[in-house]
């Protein structure tokens, strides 16, 4: 099978698009024919060799946390999941990826695929959704009738961070560019701050329950977000190479979210899929082959969006 990996760890011009053999599953393993894979920032980060203590790898490595495909092989002891079944799932980031044509996954990690989505669509859903998910309710416990303050909202994560906080009732407010202002306010905002013209403190004119930090801003900027949040709530922040703050004399929390594998909560994402609650936005869809290209794109910042990898039809 073709995959794309990389020998040592570098620059984009590390990965290489290369036949491999294709891989047995285990016990407890299943195989998936790839539909599509997705990018994540966290892939450069891995290839390039920034990541080797927490999420350590085996090389040659092949990238790809997000997977949707359809099942062609069970291991031992694999129950409920079927040859044929489409499914979605968030794979274990310290073993091999879904930039390929097959991969194996542990059987728990998966849930069935979104029904009215194209299969490839779905590996756009995995890892952001369950981001935004575990930020907005594992540790922000948002609940109907609060404010939630949503810094970054104009990426990925931050378009289902929206979606979410909004079925769940609470009063949204998202910093965004010029250039994703309107798809955040169409995802549900309350309101909209241009965080390139004004000041996200002076923007806020009551305090929020919750405040989500998807921004790569300085610690300045995310300290500055601690006032803004009322006595007993929380601060989530999700560059984790950043301290979360918080204010213990007021009871703010200040939490880092490292996202995990949840299959259950990942079902509940699906549900909403096809419930037509939660949209699944693609930016673009680019050949397997062409993931070296796309790394480079990213390392540029040129990169906006969700993008979905998509190995050759069979």
Known sequence: MKAVRFHEYGEPDVLRHEDVA??????????????????????GN?????????IPVELPHTPGIDVAGTVDALGEGVAGIAVGDDVVGFLPMDR????????????EVLTSAPKDL?????AALPLVGLTAYQALFDHGRLTAGQRVLINGAGG????YAVQLA?????????????????????????????????????AVSEPVDVALNLAPVDPAELAALVPL?????????TTVWMPAPGDEERGVRGIDLFVRSDAEQLA????????????????????LAELPALHARAAQGAVHGKVVVVPPAA
Do not use: C, Q, W
């Not at 194209?118 to 779905?122: E, I, K, N, R």
């Not at 990925?156 to 378009?159: C, E, F, Q, R, T």
């Not at 949040?229 to 922040?237: D, T």
């Not at 609650?277 to 869809?285: F, P, Y």
């Open 22 to 43: 294709l891989p047995v599953p285990g016990a407890g393993e299943v195989r998936i024919h790839v539909a599509a894979t997705s990018f994540n920032p966290v892939d």
């Open 96 to 107: 091999p990826g879904a930039a390929a044509e097959y991969v194996l996954a542990p059987a």
């Open 268 to 287: 509940r994402l699906v549900a909403s899929v096809d419930r037509g609650e939660l949209r699944v936005d693609v930016a673009e869809r680019v050949p």
């Open 166 to 202: 909004k079925n769940a009732g609470a009063h949204v407010i998202a910093t965004a560019g010029p250039r994703s202002r309107d798809a955040v306010r169409s995802a549900g905002a309350d309101e909209v701050i241009d965080h390139t013209t004004t000041g996200v403190p002076a």
């Open 229 to 237: 949040v009322r006595s007993g709530g929380v601060l989530v922040n």
């Open 118 to 122: 194209p299969l490839a669509d779905a």
């Open 46 to 54: 891995i290839r390039g060799g920034f990541m080797r203590g927490p």
């Open 156 to 159: 990925a994560v931050g378009g």
